[in-house]
């Protein structure tokens, strides 16, 4: 089971590298779509903490156990379980100051529902369905360690 | 006089898909759809866990599930999409090997009828042209695993829109296939917006009741959209009584699957308020256009 909203609060803390020291943070995200998707449908836009952007290219996207980046994403072959998280783990010394944040992302994707075909042949946009589902996601969430 | 059709009811898992994996599991959706008296169920690709590589254990618990609650495999919903990766679209050869391993699930699974999402270009559901390439190469394959692929007629799409006749029924009387149709969506016949959803479409021009018959021969499975079910048990924007009665008295005896869009469906998440109503509003509403059918069909 997960959350309601899309960005998950259960999940969201700070990263830590193997001498103990904070790296960075990662929180999970789930579509509040009615359908699953191939990786290789989404397009990922940045993601803003309190108005601090962290570039797409620069987060890790884990799913099954595996980190991956945009790039690799466009090619990989699997599927992205309904209601399955993907975590976005994101680069970042020192980490969150312990209390709360407003975590934001955008998120698009690529169907053949009902839209114009994407425009952008490099998948550098958020994909086709835009018009209909809207790209951003906001949330205000609590860090405690 | 054609005999009379007796259509089962049924209900897609859809209608539940803000709650499903939420406050719902699979197994719950299982016993809201028993509760309701429905006989039919349609599952959509993403529901598979695991998909496409579901474990044989889950198919244990699947048909499990179908036993324990009396329900049908009726329709399985999949996408025919040619455009997964980025940049020029697929090969016919590379679809139709996407269409093969949805056909043998839907065949693992039960289902008979697919309702089967081919690219459009356009909110008035255009296929991309060039669609008849990949589908025909799949016909075989549709008849190996004895499904039926069905192009969903969705509002705006009406019954009399061109590519329908020119495209789609064209492609059925030129290959001569049985495995081929249509899954019409009852919101083709909405006459007027639903309170909260008056973005939806302007309603200028729509499907007419009559015009379903010419369509029966080539319909398994029919989506029951509504938009809002009263405590009447009416569904007041679409001539559901009508359209019904057109299927039963021209012998139709497939399957009217509840799909549900009612306005919260579209802003469950967008607050802890919006998502509690949900949780009320989305199984009492199936369970009034359950009620509504019944009274319509009279069983």
Not at chain 2, 58 to 78: I, T
Request: proline letters at 5%; a negative charge.
């Amino acid at each position: 089971m997960v959350e309601f909203q899309t960005i998950q609060q259960r999940g969201f803390h700070n990263t830590y590298d193997e001498n103990g020291k904070i790296n960075g943070f990662e929180f999970r995200f789930v579509p509040k779509y009615y359908k699953g998707y191939w990786f290789s449908q989404c397009r990922f836009g940045n993601i803003t903490v309190d108005g601090e952007v962290f570039d797409r290219d620069e987060v890790i996207y884990v799913y099954d156990g595996m980190e991956y980046s945009r790039e690799e994403l466009f090619s990989l072959r699997k599927y992205w379980q309904f209601r399955e998280p993907l975590t976005f783990r994101v680069r970042k010394e020192g980490g969150l100051s312990i209390g709360y944040h407003n975590v934001g992302l955008q998120f698009g994707w690529v169907l053949n529902y009902n839209g114009a075909l994407e425009a952008e042949a490099d998948g550098s946009g958020l994909g086709n369905m835009a018009h209909m589902f809207g790209t951003d996601h906001e949330r205000r969430m609590l860090l405690c360690r | 006089m054609e005999k009379k059709g007796t259509p089962r009811r049924g209900i897609c898992l859809y209608s539940y898909h803000n709650l499903l994996g939420k406050t719902m599991t699979l197994e719950d959706a299982f016993l809201e759809m028993y509760d309701t008296g429905a006989t039919c169920f349609e599952f959509l690709t993403s529901y598979i866990p695991g998909y496409p590589n579901p474990t044989p254990e889950w198919v244990d618990k699947y048909w499990g599930l179908c036993e324990k609650y009396q329900l049908q495999p009726s329709e399985l919903g999949h996408w025919a999409e040619n455009h997964l990766r980025r940049g020029p679209g697929m090969t016919d050869e590379e679809v139709v090997e996407e269409l093969k391993m949805d056909f043998r699930l839907a065949n693992l699974l039960g289902f008979k009828a697919l309702r089967t999402k081919i690219t459009c270009t356009n909110m008035m559901c255009d296929p991309e042209p060039g669609w008849q390439n990949y589908i025909e190469k799949a016909l075989p394959y549709a008849e190996k695993y004895d499904v039926v692929m069905q192009n969903e007629v969705h509002l705006p799409t009406t019954l009399h829109t061109p590519h329908i006749r020119d495209e789609y029924l064209d492609f059925i009387h030129r290959t001569g296939t049985k495995h081929f149709g249509f899954n019409i969506d009852f919101g083709t016949f909405q006459t007027k917006p639903a309170k909260g959803l008056e973005w939806m479409s302007d309603f200028k021009d729509i499907s007419k009741p009559e015009e379903i018959v010419d369509f029966l021969p080539y319909s398994k499975v029919c989506h029951g959209k509504f938009t809002g079910v009263n405590e009447n048990f009416e569904e007041e924007t679409i001539p559901y009584a009508e359209v019904i009665k057109l299927m039963v008295d021209n012998g139709w005896s497939g399957d009217i699957l509840s799909e549900m869009e009612i306005p919260i469906r579209f802003f469950a998440e967008d607050s802890a308020e919006n998502f509690a109503q949900a949780m009320v509003e989305i199984p009492e509403q199936v369970r009034r256009h359950q009620i509504m059918l019944r009274n319509i069909l009279g069983y």
